[in-house]
């Protein structure tokens, strides 16, 4: 079974741009959830999504936003890029909602640098 | 803001000595996970241990768990080079905002271990 899949693994944008990445979770799996990681804030929940429906929000600006799929592959989107955006953003898929109790596969990651 | 919180920050041992990390954490949970991460990558599930569980073992790993105190820890026995990571716990922190109130899984800052050959 393939695992999560990630694209792009990099990116480079300028401040003001907008952004687009992409999460193919394991086949099989409903639940994608988000999560943005910088050295000083480490891990910090974005959202997650459970058939094409938002489930949970983590306490990000409204210019982070997010979608999944009928075929649960999942996107999310940070409009008007500030420096302080930079970040490894990874997206991880689980079976089921509930993803406290659920074991979560996470892919490689999306590394993101605003100049 | 986070939910757990690991100690130490930074661990250096050499191969072949156990290494231990713990974690606090602050508000009753279901479930704590602990996950490993190489550098830069993305992070690997280790081991889940539910709140009625005090102690559970996976080949080198051996975690406990004290809902009593709110803290865990992670034993690595015989370490090897490639234990060397950073390690994360994670506590689920059911939302009382959010429609549905699903359980979102909340990360520590995480301890960084290396094994020195």
């Known amino acids: 079974k393939a695992g999560v899949t990630q694209t792009p693994r990099y990116l480079i944008k300028t401040r003001g741009q907008q952004v687009t990445l992409s999460c193919s979770p394991i086949?099989?799996?409903?639940?994608v959830s988000w999560y943005q990681q910088t050295p000083g804030q480490g891990l910090q929940f974005l959202f997650e999504?459970?058939?094409?429906?938002?489930?949970n929000k983590g306490n990000f600006p409204g210019r982070f936003s997010g979608r999944q799929f009928s075929n649960s592959r999942s996107e999310m989107n940070v409009s008007t890029l500030e420096l302080g955006d930079s970040a490894l953003y990874l997206c991880?898929?689980?079976?089921?909602?509930?993803?406290?109790?659920?074991?979560?596969?996470f892919g490689s990651g999306t590394q993101l640098s605003v100049l | 803001s986070q939910q757990g919180e690991e100690d130490p920050q930074a661990l250096s041992i050499q191969e072949g000595e156990n290494a231990t990390m713990n974690c606090s954490y602050k508000?009753?949970?279901?479930?704590l996970q602990w996950y490993r991460q190489n550098s830069g990558r993305g992070l690997v599930h280790l081991i889940l241990?539910?709140?009625?569980?005090r102690e559970k073992h996976s080949g080198r790993l051996r975690v406990t768990l004290d809902t009593s105190k709110k803290s865990s820890s992670l034993l690595i026995t015989a370490s090897r080079a490639a234990d060397t990571a950073s390690y994360f716990c994670?506590?689920?922190?059911?939302?009382?905002?959010?429609?549905?109130?699903?359980?979102?899984?909340?990360f520590g800052k995480g301890t960084k271990l290396t094994v020195n050959p």
């Open positions: 994670a506590t689920d922190a059911a939302s009382l905002i959010t429609q549905g109130g699903s359980e979102k899984l909340v």
């Open positions: 241990i539910r709140s009625n569980e």
């Open positions: 086949s099989g799996h409903r639940s």
């Open positions: 508000t009753s949970i279901n479930n």
């Open positions: 999504y459970f058939s094409e429906t938002q489930r």
């Open positions: 991880a898929s689980s079976l089921r909602t509930r993803v406290g109790r659920e074991k979560l596969f």
